[in-house]
């Protein structure tokens, strides 16, 4: 399907499907904010926590990989609620999820259970895929037109995100000697309840017979060049800014740096993921997904480029803002290709396949990060997230290829 075909299919849905437009997408941003404070302080305290009770070192970042795994395997189950049942059903099946996460991380930091500590990372990734459906949601609230702005708007939310993780960790660490951020997994379970409250609130549409159905095969739909190359481009995105930041706050502590300096980088690395979303909307509307996207690649690498000049805290910090912002365009930017690959009644089978298919890659390039990191070092990391880049600048020059052909045609 072209993107022309794509958008005026997508255009067909009622007038009245938008009718609570502005009141979603106000309450689908405050949710964001709050209920994507779980990862930053899965991302701030994980490593650290496996430091402290695994096994052996090379596992430390396994809760983390284990947070993407659960992101990736519960992406489809959490479409097939939304589509059965409609998404505000998926949104609080993810916010209890969510509750369960801090619960279980407080339970497991005081019976020194690094298993359990896995398990409840774990969930933590199925409240984290629910989240990220937010951004789609808020699409499906606004008219084709509106669509990028709607996206990018919710994305922003993040920014309140990142204020409130780092805080809340750095303020309750401490507050259950001797164990350490305990106090912190109970305030990340009180902040989902107040996720689940705003949440209930979103009025959205029952899912039609159309979309239950789903259109057409998923095969069908992921076989298109325009879909492809979203994939790569958001896999590519997301996996380097997972890989780099996954090991970047045990990076600075093995450099003897400390805990609230690795804090307030990842603060400002998640500042920087969500602060672009106020007007990344507007930018793919007046320049196109492709090019928003270059951009992100290109700063990407001007992350990991800095990051290799040095092991000072101001490298590190540095390198998680380039790296946020240059994931905000390359995800943003790639999520709204995938808004020109579907049909509405496929809306919720497109979006969860694309998101399947990116955690998915993420949580197999999150296995390899703690393990470079212990054995080869900080630099190694760096050069290594240089090879993802060229295959997504590949997959970008094709499409701009085959764009030009079929102009010329």
């Known amino acids: 399907m072209s993107n022309a075909e794509a958008t005026t299919t997508a255009g067909s849905a009622p007038a009245h499907h938008y009718d609570h437009e502005l009141g979603n997408v106000l309450r689908l941003t405050v949710a964001q904010a709050l209920a994507g404070a779980n990862a930053v302080v899965v991302f701030a305290t994980g490593a650290i926590v496996g430091n402290t009770m695994a096994p052996t070192p090379a596992l430390a970042t396994l809760p983390i990989s284990i947070f993407v795994v659960g992101m990736a395997l519960c992406t489809l189950p959490a479409g097939v609620i939304a589509r059965?049942?409609?998404?505000?059903?998926?949104?609080?099946?993810?916010?209890?999820?969510?509750?369960?996460?801090?619960?279980?991380?407080?339970?497991?930091?005081?019976?020194?259970?690094?298993?359990?500590?896995?398990?409840?990372?774990?969930?933590?990734?199925?409240?984290?895929?629910?989240?990220f459906s937010f951004r789609f949601a808020a699409a499906d609230c606004a008219p084709p037109a509106r669509r990028p702005r709607a996206l990018s708007a919710v994305m922003a939310g993040g920014v309140f995100s990142g204020v409130i993780g780092p805080q809340l960790v750095t303020y309750t660490m401490n507050l259950w000697p001797p164990y350490l951020f305990a106090a912190t997994f109970l305030a990340q379970a009180a902040v989902a309840v107040l996720a689940?409250?705003?949440?209930?609130?979103?009025?959205l549409p029952k899912p039609t017979a159309a979309e239950v159905a789903g259109g057409r095969p998923l095969g069908v739909i992921?076989?298109?060049?325009?879909?492809?190359?979203?994939?790569?481009?958001?896999?590519?995105?997301y996996l380097l800014m997972n890989f780099i930041m996954t090991a970047a706050p045990l990076a600075m502590r093995l450099c003897g740096l400390s805990q609230e300096s690795a804090n307030l980088g990842l603060q400002w690395h998640v500042i920087a993921m969500y602060g672009p979303s106020f007007f990344t909307g507007r930018l793919?509307?007046?320049?196109?997904?492709?090019?928003?996207?270059?951009?992100?690649?290109?700063l990407i690498a001007a992350s990991a480029a800095v990051g290799l000049l040095g092991l000072e805290v101001e490298y590190f910090w540095w390198s998680l803002i380039l790296l946020g912002l240059g994931w905000n365009f390359g995800f943003v930017g790639a999520s709204a290709m995938v808004l020109e690959c579907h049909r509405p009644e496929e809306r919720t089978r497109v979006q969860s396949l694309n998101d399947f298919a990116v955690f998915g890659m993420v949580a197999l390039g999150s296995f390899s990060s703690g393990g470079l990191l212990t054995a080869y070092g900080w630099n190694t990391v760096l050069w290594v997230s240089f090879?993802?880049?060229?295959?997504?600048?590949?997959?970008?020059?094709?499409?701009?290829?085959?764009?030009?052909?079929?102009a010329a045609g």
Do not use: E, K
């Open 222 to 237: 992921a076989r298109q060049p325009r879909f492809v190359t979203a994939v790569i481009c958001g896999v590519v995105s």
């Open 196 to 203: 689940a409250g705003v949440l209930a609130g979103v009025r």
């Open 284 to 298: 793919i509307t007046r320049y196109g997904a492709d090019r928003v996207v270059s951009a992100g690649l290109a």
């Open 84 to 131: 059965h049942h409609g998404r505000r059903a998926a949104f609080l099946a993810g916010t209890g999820c969510g509750v369960l996460v801090g619960l279980l991380s407080a339970l497991a930091v005081v019976a020194g259970s690094f298993w359990l500590f896995c398990a409840a990372s774990f969930l933590g990734g199925a409240y984290a895929s629910v989240v």
């Open 387 to 406: 090879v993802p880049l060229l295959l997504a600048v590949a997959a970008l020059a094709m499409a701009a290829a085959r764009n030009t052909a079929r």
